[in-house]
């Protein structure tokens, strides 16, 4: 029989080791547990996804089918609550158990939020406007919060909180960073590169950074207003990111009688302090009193582990990791290794700097060794300090070396002079020789070396010197990856093709397609499918609810503490004394923690838990507002005609008509609408995916692929016409066409000048390529299959569609030692 082996953690150690565990041919019955809803991602790449620069997609490394393929039973969505280690069971918070004969906790660590008054409020959590920066969850409620505010603080100038000081400027006009210590990064960086790399990120980012300031209040009421300093500063700002570093997650292990200090205490083959069969890995393990918060040697611990516990090698031992991190740390290139200042007298220091470039390098030398590196600004030669400091290369004499190419070529150092032992992905441990095997054995698209060896899957600096290494391995045939044509990742088939194939084979549902087309289905492919199949069949798409996101399933959008906001439609904005009653009183029936304004003039009830929606949806008998999904959302206007002076057109009425026509029709991604009544734009039409701006003349302005959220751009004016149904019919023509030929969540704005604003005029307005008619009918088509989705209250689709979900609590807190 084989041994039953569970993982709780299935963040990026768990699942890593559990990768290593697989790959030594370990035979396990394996369980894991997650504590949130989705598969194993990158949490380094969080920063990007919040900078808008990644697609949560993209972040992604093991799907759910992952586990299927692995005979791996995933608990997502699942806490462990407590460890019987007597018994050898785990308890999760809905009370199930689970036997194990080896256990490995992978628990990872939490963000760590000092004891700020007015942090959070009693029974809400944090206060509104604040928060920490450490799940995807946190990615997107910043993302949606701040897209709605104007001025943020960050505390922690850590990397951490640097990179979210980055992301947030693509959500907000100003961002001021708070660092209680005297520089930046002084975890990794002496003063001097600390000081460097604050004017660097000030000049060029003009992010403003206060150095020396301990936050000692949050302001605000009802929602934050600022922050207050210990020297009495108040910096105003009504979003909040604490990002003060982090804590490993050890609480329920010291619960359960485990030995915790700053985290899990473990031997060097990764096993729990007198446990037999308890084993610690990643960022919650203390191993010889170190913590470690970067990826590298949790990679480390895991390969021992696995080692250890499928008995390929039942002597490997982990001695821990000499740190060395090579970083884009807010746009600015910051190399760090072993000491930051010299500790003995006769320690050789070499330091350059010069500020107007934003470079300093700090070299120290030890009885002829490399012990510590500090590079700001230039990392040239950052590859030759790793290898000389990780493995204790000889030095050059002429000790300028280290720093500066003197008497050769500057630049990057050539492949072929790389050894193949050289480490070019530090994050997971890839070197230039496991890169070229894997060309030689046949695989010659970067992306498809990416995806074999993980190199450039970390924090991404390196995938350059990947794509280098692949080209001069591949000896110039080097392969175009045919999976960057494809509309999802799981069909092998650019859209046009995919969408033939669709109607050739009348696939109606999402799993009919993998069946026909995909082989084993992908998760991260369902909900692009599931948009695309409900675009091309209207009543007659067969729903599935696991090919939806937790927002589609529910029919709201779901909140930072698992709560969920409930946007009753109102069509172009207009309400009524009635409608305003009716939600006032729902809000105060259901206690309904806040009600607010949205950018689309809408309003949103927000806190509202996952049972309760179809209660508050029957109070509230109103439609659905679609404020959660990549669908049709809102036509914003202005007051037009009947009351403005200014108002050379009826922007209201046609703004509810265009609302009544194209309500919750389903997209690539979300399109949002604007009308205005005159070119003097009070409804912004400008700046939305389509907009519709009123002339003299009883003409109208048609606009398209605008955008004013993480990206800004004017739309392209798509024509002019003569009478609002001119507008219904191009609009309804124009957002059909983008439906059939966008890729999978890309937005109007990127759609646009991909195709090109004169193909699309082509196209839509003079009927070029002959498919106007279809176009139409299509449209004609979605429209006629709208059903409201809050009718789900009647008669929910699944019986658990509105099932309580687990609570979410603060856990308690465990006394560690310092």
Same mark, same amino acid.
């Given at each position: 029989?084989?041994?039953?082996?569970?993982?709780?953690?299935?963040?990026?150690?768990?699942?890593?080791?559990?990768?290593?565990?697989?790959?030594?041919?370990?035979?396990?019955?394996?369980?894991?547990?997650?504590?949130?809803?989705?598969?194993?991602?990158?949490?380094?790449?969080?920063?990007?996804?919040?900078?808008?620069?990644?697609?949560?997609?993209?972040?992604?490394?093991?799907?759910?089918?992952?586990?299927?393929?692995?005979?791996?039973?995933?608990?997502?969505?699942?806490?462990?609550?407590?460890?019987?280690?007597?018994?050898?069971?785990?308890?999760?918070?809905?009370?199930?158990?689970?036997?194990?004969?080896?256990?490995?906790?992978?628990?990872?660590?939490?963000?760590?939020?000092?004891?700020?008054?007015?942090?959070?409020?009693?029974?809400?959590?944090?206060?509104?406007?604040?928060?920490?920066?450490?799940?995807?969850?946190?990615?997107?409620?910043?993302?949606?919060?701040?897209?709605?505010?104007?001025?943020?603080?960050?505390?922690?100038?850590?990397?951490?909180?640097?990179?979210?000081?980055?992301?947030?400027?693509? !959500?907000?006009?100003?961002?001021?960073?708070?660092?209680?210590?005297? !520089?930046?990064?002084?975890?990794?960086?002496?003063?001097?590169?600390?000081?460097?790399?604050?004017?660097?990120?000030?000049?060029?980012?003009?992010?403003?950074?206060?150095?020396?300031?301990?936050?000692?209040?949050?302001?605000?009421?009802?929602?934050?207003?600022?922050?207050?300093?210990?020297?009495?500063?108040?910096?105003?700002?009504?979003?909040?990111?604490?990002?003060?570093?982090?804590?490993?997650?050890?609480?329920?292990?010291?619960?359960?009688?485990?030995?915790?200090?700053?985290?899990?205490?473990?031997?060097?083959?990764?096993?729990?302090?007198?446990?037999?069969?308890?084993?610690?890995?990643?960022?919650?393990?203390? !191993?010889?009193?170190?913590?470690?918060?970067?990826?590298?040697?949790?990679?480390?611990?895991?390969?021992?582990? =696995?080692?250890?516990?499928?008995?390929?090698?039942?002597?490997?031992?982990?001695?821990?990791?000499?740190?060395?991190?090579?970083?884009?740390?807010?746009?600015?290139?910051?190399?760090?290794?072993?000491?930051?200042?010299?500790?003995?007298?006769?320690?050789?220091?070499?330091?350059?700097?010069?500020?107007?470039?934003?470079?300093?390098?700090?070299?120290?030398?030890?009885?002829?060794?490399?012990?510590?590196?500090?590079?700001?600004?230039?990392?040239?030669?950052?590859?030759?300090?790793?290898? =000389?400091?990780?493995?204790?290369?000889?030095?050059?004499?002429?000790?300028?070396?280290?720093?500066?190419?003197?008497?050769?070529?500057?630049?990057?150092?050539?492949?072929?002079?790389?050894?193949?032992?050289?480490?070019?992905?530090?994050?997971?441990?890839?070197?230039?020789?496991?890169?070229?095997?894997?060309?030689?054995?046949?695989?010659?698209?970067?992306?498809?070396?990416?995806?074999?060896?993980?190199?450039?899957?970390?924090?991404?600096?390196?995938?350059?010197?990947?794509?280098?290494?692949?080209?001069?391995?591949?000896?110039?045939?080097?392969?175009?990856?045919?999976?960057?044509?494809?509309?999802?990742?799981?069909?092998?088939?650019?859209?046009?093709?995919?969408?033939?194939?669709?109607?050739? !084979?009348?696939?109606?549902?999402?799993?009919?397609?993998?069946?026909?087309?995909?082989?084993?289905?992908?998760?991260?492919?369902?909900?692009?499918?599931?948009?695309?199949?409900k675009m091309m069949w209207g009543g007659e798409y067969v729903d599935e609810r696991d090919a939806r996101f937790i927002n589609d399933r529910v029919h709201a959008n779901i909140q930072r503490d698992g709560t969920f906001s409930v946007v009753p439609q109102m069509k172009g904005g207009v309400t009524t004394p009635a409608q305003l009653k009716r939600i006032a009183e729902v809000a105060e029936k259901h206690e309904v923690p806040m009600v607010k304004l949205t950018g689309g003039q809408r309003i949103d009830l927000l806190g509202i838990p996952k049972e309760k929606l179809p209660e508050v949806w029957a109070d509230l008998d109103m439609p659905s507002g679609y404020a959660y999904g990549k669908s049709f959302r809102t036509v914003k206007t202005c007051v037009g005609s009947d009351f403005c002076r200014f108002g050379v057109g009826d922007s209201t009425a046609l703004g509810i008509a265009l609302e009544e026509r194209y309500q919750g029709i389903e997209g690539p991604g979300k399109m949002k609408l604007a009308v205005t009544g005159c070119p003097r734009n009070?409804?912004?039409?400008?700046?939305?995916?389509?907009?519709?701006?009123?002339?003299?003349?009883?003409?109208?302005?048609?606009?398209?692929?605008?955008? =004013?959220?993480?990206?800004?751009?004017?739309?392209?004016?798509?024509?002019?016409?003569?009478?609002?149904?001119?507008?219904?019919?191009?609009?309804?023509?124009?957002?059909?066409?983008?439906?059939?030929?966008?890729?999978?969540?890309?937005?109007?704005?990127?759609?646009? $000048?991909?195709?090109?604003?004169?193909?699309?005029?082509?196209?839509?307005?003079?009927?070029?390529?002959?498919?106007?008619?279809?176009?139409?009918?299509?449209?004609?088509?979605?429209?006629? =299959?709208?059903?409201?989705?809050?009718?789900?209250?009647?008669?929910?689709?699944? $019986?658990?569609?509105?099932?309580?979900?687990?609570?979410?609590?603060?856990?308690?807190?465990?006394?560690?030692?310092?």
């Amino acid at each position: 029989m084989r041994q039953r082996l569970v993982v709780i953690g299935n963040g990026m150690a768990g699942a890593r080791t559990v990768e290593e565990i697989l790959a030594r041919g370990g035979d396990f019955d394996i369980t894991m547990f997650g504590d949130e809803p989705y598969g194993n991602y990158n949490r380094i790449m969080l920063s990007n996804v919040l900078a808008g620069v990644e697609d949560e997609s993209g972040i992604f490394l093991n799907d759910l089918s992952w586990y299927a393929d692995n005979g791996i039973t995933l608990h997502a969505g699942s806490r462990i609550e407590r460890i019987d280690r007597h018994a050898k069971r785990v308890y999760a918070e809905d009370g199930t158990e689970t036997p194990y004969d080896k256990l490995i906790i992978a628990t990872g660590s939490r963000a760590f939020v000092p004891p700020i008054p007015g942090a959070h409020r009693p029974g809400r959590g944090y206060h509104q406007g604040v928060f920490a920066f450490r799940t995807l969850d946190d990615t997107r409620a910043m993302i949606r919060y701040a897209k709605e505010h104007e001025r943020a603080v960050v505390i922690g100038g850590g990397l951490l909180g640097l990179e979210a000081a980055r992301g947030l400027q693509n !959500h907000l006009p100003h961002v001021t960073l708070v660092h209680a210590a005297g !520089h930046l990064m002084n975890t990794q960086l002496n003063e001097q590169a600390g000081r460097q790399l604050k004017e660097t990120i000030e000049a060029k980012l003009g992010i403003e950074v206060v150095v020396d300031g301990m936050t000692t209040e949050i302001l605000g009421k009802h929602a934050v207003t600022g922050v207050k300093l210990a020297d009495g500063r108040v910096i105003g700002c009504d979003v909040i990111v604490v990002a003060a570093g982090i804590r490993a997650n050890a609480e329920m292990a010291a619960a359960s009688g485990l030995a915790v200090e700053r985290g899990i205490v473990v031997d060097d083959q990764m096993r729990v302090q007198d446990e037999d069969d308890i084993y610690a890995v990643g960022e919650c393990a203390q !191993h010889r009193g170190e913590v470690y918060g970067l990826v590298a040697p949790l990679w480390d611990q895991a390969k021992v582990l =696995a080692d250890h516990l499928t008995g390929v090698n039942p002597l490997a031992e982990y001695h821990g990791s000499q740190v060395a991190t090579k970083l884009k740390v807010a746009g600015v290139d910051v190399a760090a290794m072993g000491l930051k200042e010299p500790e003995h007298e006769n320690d050789e220091v070499l330091t350059f700097a010069e500020p107007k470039k934003g470079v300093y390098k700090n070299v120290i030398i030890r009885d002829g060794r490399l012990v510590g590196a500090t590079l700001v600004g230039d990392v040239k030669k950052v590859a030759f300090l790793m290898q =000389a400091f990780d493995r204790g290369l000889a030095l050059p004499e002429e000790r300028a070396e280290l720093m500066f190419d003197l008497g050769g070529p500057a630049g990057e150092v050539k492949v072929e002079d790389m050894a193949d032992d050289e480490q070019v992905c530090n994050c997971n441990g890839v070197s230039k020789g496991t890169i070229c095997s894997t060309v030689q054995s046949g695989c010659k698209t970067v992306s498809g070396v990416m995806d074999k060896t993980r190199a450039g899957k970390g924090c991404g600096t390196c995938k350059s010197v990947v794509q280098r290494i692949v080209e001069w391995a591949a000896g110039g045939e080097v392969e175009e990856d045919p999976a960057a044509s494809y509309y999802v990742p799981g069909i092998p088939m650019p859209k046009p093709e995919l969408m033939n194939a669709i109607r050739l !084979h009348s696939l109606r549902s999402v799993s009919s397609v993998f069946a026909k087309l995909g082989g084993d289905e992908d998760a991260k492919s369902k909900m692009g499918l599931a948009s695309l199949l409900k675009m091309m069949w209207g009543g007659e798409y067969v729903d599935e609810r696991d090919a939806r996101f937790i927002n589609d399933r529910v029919h709201a959008n779901i909140q930072r503490d698992g709560t969920f906001s409930v946007v009753p439609q109102m069509k172009g904005g207009v309400t009524t004394p009635a409608q305003l009653k009716r939600i006032a009183e729902v809000a105060e029936k259901h206690e309904v923690p806040m009600v607010k304004l949205t950018g689309g003039q809408r309003i949103d009830l927000l806190g509202i838990p996952k049972e309760k929606l179809p209660e508050v949806w029957a109070d509230l008998d109103m439609p659905s507002g679609y404020a959660y999904g990549k669908s049709f959302r809102t036509v914003k206007t202005c007051v037009g005609s009947d009351f403005c002076r200014f108002g050379v057109g009826d922007s209201t009425a046609l703004g509810i008509a265009l609302e009544e026509r194209y309500q919750g029709i389903e997209g690539p991604g979300k399109m949002k609408l604007a009308v205005t009544g005159c070119p003097r734009n009070c409804a912004e039409a400008y700046v939305k995916d389509l907009g519709v701006v009123a002339i003299d003349g009883g003409k109208w302005e048609i606009y398209v692929g605008g955008a =004013a959220g993480a990206h800004i751009r004017k739309g392209d004016l798509l024509t002019t016409v003569s009478s609002p149904a001119e507008v219904i019919t191009l609009t309804g023509r124009f957002l059909q066409y983008y439906r059939e030929n966008a890729n999978w969540l890309e937005r109007t704005y990127a759609f646009v $000048p991909r195709v090109g604003i004169e193909k699309v005029r082509a196209v839509v307005v003079d009927d070029s390529e002959g498919i106007a008619a279809d176009l139409d009918a299509a449209m004609e088509a979605s429209v006629a =299959a709208y059903r409201d989705p809050w009718k789900d209250r009647d008669e929910p689709a699944t $019986p658990g569609q509105f099932r309580t979900s687990l609570p979410l609590i603060v856990l308690p807190q465990v006394p560690v030692r310092a």
